[in-house]
């Protein structure tokens, strides 16, 4: 498989649940990014990770529990969420971190999980 | 406060015609840009960038340009084709401490009419 895959695609959960969305990457790159689109807004970064460290988490509730176990793999734990949190999460990855200017890298992009939350 | 702002929320155009998609921006600290095409059910795709150290960049049938004074950028789709239809999202980010950050616009919906 190739590129960023995502699971689950559809997720429905009670505001009591726990619940994992797993994001996995084979192109060898070393930042990974979550992400979230609520409907009518623009796509909001919520957590980076660089070489398995995160180093940004965009005032994300604690409710929303990133772990990075390696390069490769990314996950977004979930607990006790509320019905606003329904929403398309996507994960993406980098070569590097976006640096921005002429050595910037380009974001790679899973298909995403729609999350709705009853 | 959205520092990227793409205020048509949408965009019809006849199959073989131009294809003109605007994004503005606030940050000044914004020094590369890119645009993103998503497909539904999709994430999104990249699709073209710019340093802000050129104000044009050209791909085939893609060309985004880069007008720094004004804090606009636009990409042109020439010609437009029906498989073009899709959301586009252009998306900015700064150096520094920024860094991993891109900020994105609420996106365009484009249609390509046959």
């Known amino acids: 498989e190739t590129g960023v895959t995502q699971t689950p695609r559809h997720l429905v959960m009670g505001m009591t649940n726990k619940k994992s969305l797993k994001c996995e990457q084979h192109l060898g790159h070393n930042a990974m990014y979550w992400y979230k689109q609520s409907a009518k807004k623009p796509l909001e970064l919520m957590f980076v990770?660089?070489?398995?460290?995160?180093?940004e988490n965009n005032s994300v509730p604690s409710r929303f529990s990133p772990e990075c176990p390696n390069s490769s793999h990314l996950f977004l734990h979930l607990h006790t969420l509320q019905p606003e949190d329904s929403a398309l999460y996507l994960c993406a990855s980098s070569q590097d971190l976006l640096a921005g200017g002429a050595s910037g890298t380009t974001q790679y992009f899973g298909p995403g999980t729609r999350l709705l939350v009853l | 406060d959205q520092q990227v702002k793409q205020n048509s929320p949408s965009l019809s155009v006849q199959e073989g015609r131009i294809s003109i998609l605007n994004c503005d921006y606030t940050n000044s600290m914004f020094d590369y840009f890119l645009w993103y095409k998503k497909y539904p059910a999709e994430g999104p795709t990249f699709l073209i960038s710019?340093?802000?150290?050129?104000d044009k960049n050209e791909d085939g049938r893609f060309t985004v340009f880069l007008n720094k004074s004004a804090k606009h950028l636009s990409l042109h789709i020439v010609p437009s084709q029906p498989g073009d239809s899709a959301v586009y999202f252009c998306a900015a980010s700064a150096g520094g401490t920024s860094y991993g950050k891109l900020t994105f616009g609420q996106g365009t919906i484009l249609t390509v009419h046959p």
């Open positions: 710019i340093s802000s150290i050129k």
């Open positions: 990770y660089n070489f398995k460290e995160q180093t």
